[in-house]
């Protein structure tokens, strides 16, 4: 990587539209502006639109009026508009990848990766357009006919979180536009620019105006909530806290309004004592390091085997303690920023809980002094089964490293959680691997390996991660409709 100096930084804040995207058209935002800022240095990066409810109504009203035609277009075209935005997603990357990082602090080989699995979105469902399908088949009593056909929800609402600034949006527009639907999107406040260069790169491959539009809002639940409650709004996927989802999910209730739930996690990460410990350590970096450990499917706490406990968590401080923090854009950084100071506070508030309650810092345990939202990679061990971090989404770079007796342990520990996102798996016995996969309370599970993110997987939770599924053939059935029709020959 060579060095991006302040006027390549500057360049590509500045190619960036600031504004509203509505039925295909660029626009101010009545409220004014907001003010995005720079996670490292704590300066203001630029101003974008501040959308009033008003403009989010509008936002709506374009959905609606755009979704007759679109859900008639021809599939293999909603497949191509997708298939011209993955190709120049990948071919502005580098772009793409250093804006993500002045916004969310990322490393730029992070959001380098971010951005190829966020394109790859675009990619799978292109190729899922044209497959969508229905069925005819002969009733049980040889007289009738069952026919099914699957048409497009109709306009959806996607909310987004900051930590994934364009996965977690073309996750949701990808399998939306294949099926055939229009949408309002709201991404976070924080981490609005991504979002807003996606926009004009569907714009330039040629998706129609009204069928995605965008709004950044300083307020969501003001400019969201009489959306939600429109009855002409036919689905809700919201990607974020399974705090702010169970809000929503009450406010969707008056119209029993569809919905895809990815929520909070807080996963496992079991180690077996018949595992190969450093490529454990190896998975357990990419597990706990991906974003910073500001991803949903972070490794949130490790429960480690007594017999391999020490030799783990020493391994792991030795590398944890080795990491580069500094700016994402610097070159040999490994760790960017958190993204604001409230993050740092709830990280560095469950390190210190769980050092008052007798846990102990091998590595870091410390938020770094100075601009920027910095927190040391961490290492704690001695974990008291009250700490809250046991508990809660720690969503920093803080490992807690526990031991365990036996199998039945193990597996109580991994599901004594409300939450049921992910859990990692390392053993080298296939019937114990298996045996535990079965038994684990989540929806996906990494088995000897670090991550699941890949967009032909269907991604989801249980429990109070949420439901439905993004990715793969699934994340297309969350914007169908399955109609019968019963005939009669
Ligand atoms: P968040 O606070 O729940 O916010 C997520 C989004 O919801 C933002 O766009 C936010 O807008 C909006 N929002 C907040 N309150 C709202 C309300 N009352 N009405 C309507 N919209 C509202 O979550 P976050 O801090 O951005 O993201 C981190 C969380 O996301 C973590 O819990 C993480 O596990 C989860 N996550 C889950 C997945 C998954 O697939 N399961 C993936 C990534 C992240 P503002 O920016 O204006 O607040």
């Not at 039925?23 to 300066?43: C, H, N």
């Not at 203001?44 to 859900?71: E, I, N, Q, T, Y």
């Not at 996607?158 to 309002?184: D, Q, S």
């Not at 990607?239 to 990815?262: F, H, I, P, W, Y």
Request: aromatic share 6%; net charge negative; with cysteine.
């Amino acid at each position: 990587m060579s060095t991006i100096t302040p006027s390549q930084e500057q360049q590509i804040v500045d190619q960036v539209p600031k504004q509203l995207y509505i039925a295909g058209e660029w626009r101010d935002g009545a409220k004014g502006t907001i003010s995005v800022e720079d996670p490292s240095t704590e300066e203001p990066l630029c101003d974008v639109a501040d959308a009033s409810v008003d403009d989010a109504k509008a936002a709506l009203d374009a959905a609606v009026a755009a979704g007759p035609d679109f859900a008639t277009m021809a599939p293999r075209e909603r497949g191509e508009i997708l298939r011209r935005a993955f190709e120049t997603i990948t071919e502005r990357k580098d772009d793409l990848a250093l804006l993500m990082t002045l916004e969310m602090g990322k490393t730029i080989k992070e959001s380098l990766a971010e951005i190829t699995y966020a394109a790859e979105f675009f990619r799978w469902y292109s190729e899922e357009a044209v497959r969508i399908d229905g069925r005819y088949t002969v009733a049980a009593n040889g007289a009738g006919r069952v026919l099914t056909m699957k048409q497009p929800v109709g306009p959806c609402l996607m909310i987004t979180p900051w930590n994934f600034p364009l996965a977690m949006g073309t996750r949701k527009i990808g399998p939306a536009v294949a099926a055939g639907c229009t949408m309002v999107v709201k991404p976070a406040q924080q981490t609005p620019l991504s979002m807003l260069m996606l926009a004009k790169i569907l714009e330039e491959a040629g998706l129609p105006g009204g069928v995605l539009n965008l709004i950044t809002a300083s307020s969501s639940s003001e400019t969201t909530g009489p959306l939600i409650s429109d009855p002409r709004l036919r689905k809700m996927s919201f990607t974020g806290s399974t705090e702010v989802g169970r809000k929503l999910m009450a406010q969707a209730s008056d119209t029993l309004l569809r919905l895809s739930m990815e929520l909070g996690g807080n996963a496992p990460f079991i180690v077996f004592d018949d595992a190969d410990v450093d490529a454990a350590v190896a998975g357990a970096m990419i597990a706990k390091m991906r974003n910073m450990g500001e991803a949903c499917t972070s490794a949130n706490r490790f429960h480690v085997a007594g017999a391999v406990a020490d030799e783990f968590a020493s391994k792991l401080a030795e590398k944890m303690g080795s990491l580069k923090l500094g700016r994402g854009v610097e070159e040999g950084t490994d760790v960017g920023p958190l993204i604001d100071d409230d993050q740092r506070g709830k990280v560095s508030e469950l390190v210190q809980d769980a050092i008052g309650r007798g846990a102990s810092a091998v590595v870091g345990g410390h938020q770094r002094d100075g601009a920027g939202y910095f927190y040391e990679p961490t290492v704690l061990t001695d974990i008291p089964d009250d700490a809250k971090l046991l508990q809660e989404e720690i969503f920093g770079p803080v490992a807690p490293v526990k031991g365990f007796t036996d199998e039945d342990e193990a597996i109580a520990a991994a599901n004594n959680t409300e939450y049921g996102l992910v859990a990692y798996v390392y053993t080298n016995d296939l019937k114990r691997a298996l045996r535990v996969c079965e038994r684990l309370e989540t929806g996906m599970i990494g088995l000897n390996q670090g991550m699941v993110s890949n967009a032909q997987a269907p991604f989801g939770g249980v429990k109070q991660s949420g439901f439905g599924r993004e990715g793969g053939y699934e994340g297309i059935e969350e914007y169908l409709e399955t109609k019968y029709v019963a005939v009669n020959l």
